[in-house]
């Protein structure tokens, strides 16, 4: 069977099940939006001091052995950062099957 491309809706949701997942095995909770499913924020965690930690994820790629992912989104063209708006990334690379 020949490999497809997956579509960025696909690499999205891979992303966002993979850091969640390995977020539940670190043993904390772990809240998704029920609404606004292209808001800033994909989902909520809550660490081991209680404070509440809001997560964007990102697909990653594997280049010359170095793990690179976008900081900031490309909506319409424009670029535009999450600063204030996120507190962590949460970062999936498909190519080495880790979670960051």
């Known amino acids: 069977m020949a490999s497809q491309?997956?579509?960025t809706s696909e690499l999205v949701a891979?992303?966002?099940f993979a850091v969640a997942s390995a977020l539940i095995k670190a043993g904390l909770y772990v809240y998704v939006p029920l609404f606004n499913a292209h808001g800033r924020v994909d989902m909520i965690y809550?660490?081991?001091?209680?404070?509440?930690?809001?997560?964007?994820?990102k697909s990653a790629r594997l280049t010359s052995g170095a793990v690179t992912f976008y900081t900031c989104s490309h909506t319409g063209g424009v670029?535009?950062?999450?600063?204030?708006?996120?507190?962590?990334?949460?970062?999936?690379?498909?190519?080495?099957?880790?979670?960051y």
């Open 5 to 7: 491309q997956l579509s």
């Open 14 to 16: 891979r992303a966002e």
């Open 46 to 57: 809550e660490n081991q001091r209680g404070e509440m930690r809001r997560v964007q994820c």
């Open 79 to 99: 670029p535009r950062t999450y600063e204030g708006e996120v507190d962590e990334f949460g970062v999936y690379c498909a190519a080495n099957g880790n979670v």
